[in-house]
Each structure stands twice: as structure tokens, then as C-alpha cells.
């Protein structure tokens, strides 16, 4: 197989996987990346001596790491040095109770039966074991495969599947019929706002991500979460691929692109890791009629506090008061959240480098409405008035300790990052943009033109990116690319 020429365009972690293969076949692959980092959402973020991860902070689903490295010739555990964050991390809930939640069986369930009763306690196990049969048999079957078309679905294998499992049923009327309590209600629904999607929008097929909470555990990286890119980057570069930072691409024309200084590239095929919807309507030149339904956004805050925060862990997730207004409001209303529920992380609980003496490196992540919903400066302040205030409430935190604060809002995403609408999470994964209804990652009108990343298939996450990579590299060894 002769030498081929590969552009990609964007060094998020997917367009970097995708690299790092195609260079470790002996191709000459080109990353162009507009900023000045690796790793797109999965970033650093700097606030005096603090140092964080900008966007992901919860390491799961270990398998699709593991396998990149394996197929490139290397092993993970050589590279990366993880440690289990357990408990996963603790629930406040607006009663007043707490949970720690731990991917120890016997542990949480001893912890449910204590807030929720004997019950709801014993339907746990169950629950978990469902869900690990929905998880064995939905990644290999649904989520690991390319798609042609929506009868690629249509085996009797697959409805066999479908049914068995209940997959596309209602993931929250689903939860609410297993258990009684309200708050364990919330609890096993939360996950799918790690892609920006509402429960009460999501198919009962995204309950695979309690499943890697609670069955396969939340991990940390040593020296954060960045570690990911940054490495896959190296192994990218040890093999031959060139990553040029700071290079904006302005056009996608078929095999070429433009960039912002003028200067155009060829290639045999390129690969846009830029988010899907934004690269459809601002880099290619056959533009396509189709209506596509956002995530949420997210603000995004890093304070540098001074000070112990001993009630907080590593991870930790507050809910508000009302949480079906709060996901009416943000997903249905597009308004700010009047009690937002929202996640904290202190990474230097676990990894001491990452703040000095006496300081945390305090992330908070609030889940807010789209661009749909014009986010002004006077929102951020809102939201953070609303998030310190719970904090002080419920914790030693006290918002005079802040020595130094960053923040993203949606705008930032979407100009700092290009993700359309701010949608931090990309495009939404209700069911009819889930699965083979996804946007493909070939582009049929574009010749010689392929996506990876979380607006594309299978979607969103760090493990979905990295089975996106696989699945474009079989797409170009099956049209013949290599
Ligand atoms: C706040 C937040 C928290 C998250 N938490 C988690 C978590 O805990 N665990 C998890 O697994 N996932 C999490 N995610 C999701 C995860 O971060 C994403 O799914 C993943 O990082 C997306 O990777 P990607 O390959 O789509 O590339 P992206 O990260 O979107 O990167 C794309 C890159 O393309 C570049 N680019 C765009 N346009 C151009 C252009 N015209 N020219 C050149 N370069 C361009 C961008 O600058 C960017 O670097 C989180 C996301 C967010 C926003």
C-alpha cells in the first residue's frame, strides 16, 4: 500500500486518536489546530499556582483507551498511570442528606439502604446487573459499528436486542419505575448530562453510563486529565505525524483545505475533527439542509480558594431543589436555572501537584442553556451567586477564600473552541440523533471527507471519541484509503 497524505483538522482527542492511528499504518498525517494546545475540550486551564482540567474530569470506560494503545503497538498502563476515585464522588442532596456513591456493590448498597431504605436497597444489585447486560451487549452491537443506513438497524439480531433491553424506552420513566425514592430517582438519571441531554429526553440505551460509574468505577490520571491528548499526541509524533499548533483551518474543500494565512494543503482525504454542525455550515462548501437539535452548555468556573474544603471530595454532584424545572429550564425553556443542580471537582484531593499548600483548585461545572438562550455576562453572575451560595450553605466554603477565578461560558466554547451554539456537549443525543440517526462520519457529498468527535458517531465523551477514531479508520480501509 502506497504512502497516503491525511489532513485533520482539529486536535481534540478523537482527531488525535485518529492521527496516531493512521500514522502508526506508516501514512503522513498533518494536525491543524487552532489554538495553542492539544486536546480541544480536554485542556489545561491555569489560576495562579492552580492548575486544572478545563473540560473532562471523570476517566471511564477504560476499554477504549486500552485498545488504541494495544493497536498502535503500545500498552496503556505503560503511558498512564490511573488511580480509582473511590468514593465516585459524593451527592448533596436539597434535603440536606448525603450520599457517597462508591462502585463498591456492597458499599452502596449498605449507603442506599441507609438514605432510601431496605427496598429500594435491595432492587440495587438488580439494577446494576441489568445494566451491565444492557452495556455488554449495546457497545459491541449499537455503538462500536459504522452505519450505511437506518436499515443497518433493521436485523433481527438488533430489534431482538432493542427489545430485550427496553433500549429505546424512557431512561427517567424507566429509573422512576425500578426505584421508590425520589432522590435515587435523580441519582440514576444524572449521567446522560454528561452529554448534555436531558433523561426525560434520553432513550433507556444511555443508562450504559450509570453502568461505567457504578460497575467499572470513575478513574483519575496522573497529572490530570490532559495527560490523555498531550500522550496520544507524543505516540502521534514519535510516528511521523506533524501537529501544528495555532493554524486555523478557514475552508474544507473536498481533499484540500484553506487556512487562515492563505496557504492551502492537499491531501488524499481529510478528517474534521471540528465540531460537526460548525464545519457543515462555515468549512465545506456543499452546505446541507437539515435541521440538527443541540446539547446544553455548560459555565464553567476555576477558583483558585484558599483554604480546607473537608465536606467536599474529589468529585462531587449538588442537586437542586427541583430537578425536573431545573432540566425543564435549561433543555425546554432555554431560561438560567433558578436552584441549578451543578458538579464540583477538587483534583488536587487526589493529585497534590495540582495546587500549592493550603489551596484547592476548585472546578465548578454548571450545566446552563445553549446559545439558544442569549448568555450575558449578568447570567454568569447569577448562576455563580446561586452555586456559592449552596456551597457556603452546605459546606466551610466561602467565596472571600477565592484568590484567583477563570471561567468559560457557552460564548467561550463556542468561540475559543467553534462548538456551535456553545452546545459545550455537542449535538444532542435524543434518540433521533443517537445511534445510525447520528450525522455519519462520511461525508457523502463531500468526497474524501470524514468526521471524528462528539457530534458525530457515536457521540460524545472521551471513550466515544476514541471508538469514533476506530470506526473512521475502518471507514478509510474500506473505501480503500489504506
Ligand atoms: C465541561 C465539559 C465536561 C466534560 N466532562 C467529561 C468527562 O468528565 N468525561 C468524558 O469522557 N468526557 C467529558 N466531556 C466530553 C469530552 O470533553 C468531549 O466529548 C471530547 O473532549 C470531544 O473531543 P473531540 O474529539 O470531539 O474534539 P474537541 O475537544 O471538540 O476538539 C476539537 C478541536 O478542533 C479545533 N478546531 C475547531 N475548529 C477548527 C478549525 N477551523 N481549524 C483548526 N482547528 C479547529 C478546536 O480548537 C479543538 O481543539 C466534557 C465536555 C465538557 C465541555
Known amino acids: 500500500m502506497p504512502k497516503r497524505e491525511f489532513i485533520v483538522v482539529g486536535a481534540g482527542l478523537g482527531g488525535l486518536a485518529t492521527a496516531l492511528r493512521l500514522a502508526h499504518r506508516g501514512h503522513r498525517v498533518t ?3 487552532q489554538t495553542d494546545q492539544v486536546g480541544g475540550r480536554d485542556r489545561e486551564v491555569r489560576v495562579n499556582d492552580c492548575v486544572f482540567d478545563a473540560g473532562p474530569t471523570l476517566l471511564m470506560m477504560l476499554d477504549p483507551f486500552e485498545k488504541l494503545f494495544r493497536d498502535v503497538g503500545e500498552k496503556f498502563s505503560d503511558h498512564l498511570s490511573i488511580s480509582l476515585c473511590d468514593p465516585n464522588y459524593r451527592v448533596f442532596f436539597s434535603d440536606g442528606n448525603r450520599l457517597n456513591c462508591t462502585s463498591n456493590m456492597a458499599l452502596m448498597r449498605r449507603n442506599i439502604q441507609e438514605l432510601a431504605g431496605d427496598a429500594d ?37 438488533a430489534l431482538q436486542l432493542a427489545l430485550k433491553h427496553n433500549m429505546l424506552s424512557n431512561l427517567a420513566k424507566e429509573v422512576e ?24 429526553d434520553a432513550p433507556y440505551v444511555y443508562a450504559v453510563l450509570v ?6 468505577g470513575i478513574w483519575y490520571p496522573d497529572g490530570g486529565m490532559v495527560q490523555i491528548p498531550r500522550t496520544v499526541a507524543r505516540l502521534a509524533r514519535e510516528r511521523g ?28 482525504a481529510v478528517i474534521c475533527n471540528a465540531d460537526l454542525p460548525t464545519a457543515e455550515k ?6 446541507k439542509d437539515v435541521e440538527r437539535r443541540y446539547s446544553c452548555s455548560a459555565l464553567t468556573i476555576y477558583c483558585d480558594y484558599e483554604g480546607e474544603l473537608p465536606e467536599l471530595l ?12 431545573n432540566l425543564d429550564q435549561i433543555f425546554n425553556k432555554h431560561e438560567i436555572p433558578s436552584d441549578p443542580a451543578f458538579y464540583t471537582a477538587i483534583s488536587c484531593k487526589t493529585d497534590k501537584t495540582k495546587a500549592p499548600e493550603g489551596h484547592q483548585n476548585l472546578y465548578l461545572l454548571i450545566p446552563c442553556p445553549n446559545l439558544d438562550h442569549p448568555f450575558t455576562d449578568a447570567d454568569a453572575e447569577i448562576l455563580r451567586d446561586k452555586v456559592f451560595t449552596r456551597l457556603e450553605k452546605e459546606t466551610s466554603f466561602r467565596r472571600e477564600n477565592i484568590r484567583g477565578m477563570a471561567s468559560f461560558t457557552p460564548h467561550d466554547w463556542k468561540n475559543k473552541l467553534g462548538l456551535d451554539k456553545g452546545a459545550a456537549f455537542g449535538l444532542s443525543h435524543d434518540l433521533l440523533q443517537s445511534i445510525c440517526f447520528r450525522p455519519n462520519n462520511k461525508d457523502k457529498a463531500n468526497p474524501g471527507l470524514y468526521y ?28 480503500g484509503y489504506l
Open 282 to 287: 462555515s468549512l465545506i462548501p456543499v452546505k
Open 177 to 200: 419505575r425500578t426505584f421508590d425514592d425520589k432522590r435515587l430517582h435523580h441519582l440514576f438519571c444524572l449521567q446522560t448530562m454528561y452529554l448534555g441531554l436531558s433523561p426525560y
Open 314 to 325: 474529589h468529585h462531587n454532584i449538588t442537586i437542586g431543589g427541583d430537578f425536573f424545572q
Open 211 to 216: 453502568y461505567m460509574e457504578y460497575g467499572e
Open 241 to 268: 505525524a506533524e501537529i501544528r499548533l495555532n493554524t486555523k483551518v478557514v475552508k474544507v474543500d473536498g481533499k484540500s483545505v484553506t487556512l487562515e494565512s492563505g496557504e492551502v494543503l492537499t491531501a488524499d
Open 31 to 33: 494536525v491543524l489546530e
Open 452 to 479: 471524528v468527535g462528539a457530534s458525530t458517531v457515536p457521540g460524545n465523551g472521551l471513550p466515544m471519541v476514541l471508538i469514533g477514531a476506530e470506526l473512521v479508520e475502518d471507514r478509510l480501509l474500506k473505501d
Open 121 to 157: 436497597a435491595a432492587k440495587y444489585p438488580e439494577f446494576i446487573g441489568r445494566l451491565g447486560g444492557l452495556y455488554q451487549d449495546s457497545i459491541p452491537k449499537f455503538v462500536r459499528r459504522n452505519y450505511d443506513s437506518v436499515l443497518d438497524l433493521a436485523s433481527p439480531k
